[in-house]
């Protein structure tokens, strides 16, 4: 039977759409032409990309929660990476405010003493868990003051804010004023009477003071019209919602100082000393403030990305936009949402003790593990609950049976004696069926071979997880391959069982490397691991390096006849109780001799 071509000449947009269409048809279809994933004929100028996380809180300890932002925007930044984009990423410790002046009296230390030990546990963390910033910024830092000064002076300057009179509630936890429709009541833990955040659960108090305002109320329309005009500026679409219904809503002008007299930690209003600087505008500016404003900054600010969490949505999706049209500069590309992480299904929080600690969990389930579980389990749009039981059986089928599995038996000196790439044999593998290959075979190379595509739409919403599906089911299709063909049976002595052979192991090796290679954003170690294994270069593991098996379509291979690499252990060990309560007890002996 002849196998119907594809044929693919345009981008990989056109590829994408042809190959949805060719998963409805009953017969698998094949590639005929080198297709590469990427626009790699894009001049390498164009190809700019700046990526953030929020900057975060130094009032305690980095928690799970912190860490999934920065993995997630680590992933993107890796993956741009390899597509051969100039790219930036920027991360950072928030460290002003009146939140962090209590935290730090409470600690008995000098505000910036107490900043500098935080923002050096976050960075700390960070860099065990392969976080690879390009930029850490503190908005300590005097960069930073001169360019909140610099923009606070352009808003000042084109009449956007005024000196009056604020009156409402204030929550200090979230640093942030409600509307009186956004506070409830409820008993705190002695049983008094508070007044809370409906949407954060903290503690609300009603200030009044005199202060600068900012004329959100004016920008209304023009927030409008830009989240209209770009229905991808806010992802998920719910989040995107979310905000169209905020904006429907009134819309006061916003408080955006605080008399010096309640809040000293944080940057003077400039040519009032009497003021300081609202803690959100401060730290919002540190996107811009690592780009290189007040100077040259347009080169990385046109092709800014920001990773949030739900919870900060309006300051970034309402107010951040409405300064950035004040000050005249472009908005952000894209807001990317988060959902978040609970434990038990509820919030972490120190006070109920389910608080996460990322060091401690990331020596239990390896950085790699810990990076994978979170990619693969956190959803955008949804809140995901986190247990140590889910981690281990996850990573244990995915990563040390299943992907692990197939590269130990692929490369067992007892199927591979010369420790080589060995060759495909097209006659047991024709482009028509006849072969010894079987239909299930060609399915799984048309999933292999259109998987870059797959991968790249998904990573580029920041679906990882859709991305880590599909590599998944390539995986467990790859080992069906190896499961339905046992070459382990095959008699190494007959010449056409050894090209069956190596036929066999050659397709799988492929497959790996393509795996490999689309998972270095995920889990760097790990893939390097593999793709080391299986002799690839580092100058070969690019995304324009995904050509799937170029031997199928008569296409030399370079891998063919090198040598393997060394084997440096498994990719994974699978975990089990022993990993869990082995990191528990270390903690508590450690805790016994603080
Ligand atoms: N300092 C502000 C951000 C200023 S950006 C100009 C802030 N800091 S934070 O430390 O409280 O939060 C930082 C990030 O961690 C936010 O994106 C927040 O959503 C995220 N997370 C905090 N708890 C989380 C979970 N439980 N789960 C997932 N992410 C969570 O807000």
């Known amino acids: 039977m002849r196998l119907p071509f594809l044929f693919v000449t345009k981008g990989w ?49 980095p928690h799970l929660g912190h860490l999934y932002s920065a993995v997630i925007a680590d992933c993107s930044h890796r993956y741009k990476r390899l597509q051969g984009f100039n790219s930036r990423f920027a991360t950072g410790t928030d460290e002003h405010g009146l939140k962090i002046q209590q935290a730090a009296e409470a600690a008995g230390k000098d505000p910036l003493t107490f900043c500098t030990d935080v923002s050096e546990r976050f960075k700390h963390l960070f860099g065990s868990c392969n976080i690879s910033h390009t930029d850490y910024i503190r908005t300590t830092e005097k960069r930073h003051r001169q360019a909140v000064e610099h923009f606070w002076t352009v808003l000042w300057n084109k009449g956007l804010i005024y000196k009056g009179s604020y009156e409402g509630f204030y929550s200090t936890q979230d640093e942030s004023f409600l509307m009186p429709s956004q506070v409830g009541d409820a008993l705190d833990s002695s049983g008094k009477e508070i007044k809370i955040s409906l949407e954060s659960g903290h503690k609300v108090e009603w200030m009044k003071e005199e202060n600068y305002m900012f004329r959100l109320s004016a920008f209304r329309s023009q927030l409008l019209d830009w989240l209209k005009a770009n229905p991808g500026a806010i992802q998920p679409e719910r989040f995107h919602q979310a905000v169209l219904r905020w904006l429907q809503e009134d819309l006061p002008d916003l408080s955006v100082s605080r008399q010096r007299s309640r809040l000293q930690w944080g940057i003077p209003v400039p040519g009032d000393a009497e003021q300081t600087i609202y803690v959100w505008l401060d730290a919002l500016v540190n996107y811009l403030t690592v780009a290189g404003y007040p100077d040259r900054h347009d080169q990385w600010w046109h092709a800014v990305h920001h990773i949030i969490g739900k919870d900060i949505l309006k300051f970034h999706a309402i107010y951040w936009p409405a300064f950035l049209l004040g000050a005249g500069l472009p908005l952000p590309e894209v807001i990317h949402v988060h959902s978040h992480w609970t434990v038990g299904g509820k919030k972490m929080s120190k006070s109920l003790g389910n608080v996460i600690d990322p060091f401690e969990h990331s020596q239990m389930f390896t950085t790699d593990g810990m990076r994978y579980f979170l990619l693969r389990q956190g959803v955008p749009d949804s809140d995901c609950d986190y247990t140590e039981n889910k981690v281990v059986k996850l990573l244990n089928a995915e990563l040390a049976d299943s992907l692990g599995g197939l590269l130990n038996r692929c490369t067992a000196p007892a199927l591979n004696p010369a420790q080589v790439y060995p060759s495909f044999c097209s006659q047991f593998f024709p482009s028509e069926l006849g072969g010894k290959a079987v239909m299930e075979d060609y399915h799984m190379l048309d999933a292999v071979k259109s998987l870059p595509a797959v991968v790249e739409k998904h990573y580029e919403s920041m679906h990882v997880y859709k991305a880590l599906e599909a590599i998944t089911a390539c995986i467990r299709q790859t080992n069906g391959f190896v499961q339905r063909h046992t070459p382990w049976k095959l008699d190494r002595r007959d010449d056409e069982d050894q090209r069956w052979l190596d036929t066999i192991i050659c397709v799988s090796l492929e497959c790996l490397r393509i795996y490999g290679t689309l998972l270095q954003p995920v889990v760097p170690e790990i893939s390097n691991k593999l793709l080391t294994r ?61």
Not at 537 to 555: I, Y
Request: charged share 25%; proline share 5%; glycine share 6%.
């Open 13 to 61: 947009k056109t590829f994408h759409r042809l190959q949805q269409n060719h998963f409805l048809s009953p017969v698998p279809r094949l590639w005929s032409t080198d297709v590469r994933c990427g626009s790699t004929q894009q001049c390498k100028e164009d190809k700019v990309y700046y990526v953030t996380t929020p900057i975060f809180y130094v009032n305690a300890s």
């Open 534 to 594: 299986l002799g690839v270069r580092p100058e070969e593991r690019s995304w324009e390096a995904l050509d799937f098996l170029p031997r199928f379509r008569g296409m030399d291979c370079p891998f063919e006849g090198r040598a393997l690499g060394s084997d440096s252990g498994v990719l994974l060990s699978r975990l089990g109780s022993q990993n869990v309560d082995k990191e528990k007890t270390k903690k508590t002996k450690s805790v016994h001799s603080k």
